[in-house]
Structure formats: structure tokens, C-alpha cells
């Protein structure tokens, strides 16, 4: 029963952590300068990595006789991604 929560709970998260590395690269992107200059260079090269993934997931859950595999393998690697993202765009706490 819990398991089939599973992809909805990874979604949501999925969406949560996109929308705040969406707000971080804005906040980069309005700053403006080389910076910004090379976080569009970087969504541009991001997104289209995420698209060979999650062809690559489909590919692999279909050959396997699992498509129904196939969201729960794009969902975790592209949650993994976004937390990667926003770790790497939020400025670190001063201690």
C-alpha cells in the first residue's frame, strides 16, 4: 500500500526542489555578468543531459521487461539532479 505513494511523494518533491533551484538561478540570472553568462550555458547543457537520462531510463526499463519501472527511475535520478542544483546555487551559512 505505502509503496504505491512512493512515485507521488517523489514527485512532489521533485517539483519542490525544481522550483527552488528555478528561484536560484533567477536570482544568478538577474545579477547579470559572467556569472550569469555561464549559469545559462550551464541549464542549456543540464537539460539536455536530463533528456538522454530519461531516454536511457525508458530504454533500460522497457529492454528489462519493466516499463512501468520507467517513472520511478526518472523521478530519482531527476530528483537527485535538482538537490544537486539547488545544494550547488544556495550561498553557504556563515558559522
Known sequence: MI???????EASRLGFEAQCVI???????????????????????????ALLQAQAALATAVA????DRVLENTLTTHGRAAQRNRRKLTPARRR
Open 3 to 9: 509503496t504505491s505513494w512512493l512515485p507521488l511523494f
Open 23 to 49: 528561484g536560484l538561478r533567477l536570482m544568478r540570472l538577474s545579477a547579470g555578468a559572467p556569472p550569469a553568462a555561464r549559469e545559462t550555458q550551464l541549464i542549456a547543457i543540464e537539460k539536455a543531459a
Open 64 to 67: 528489462a521487461g519493466r516499463p
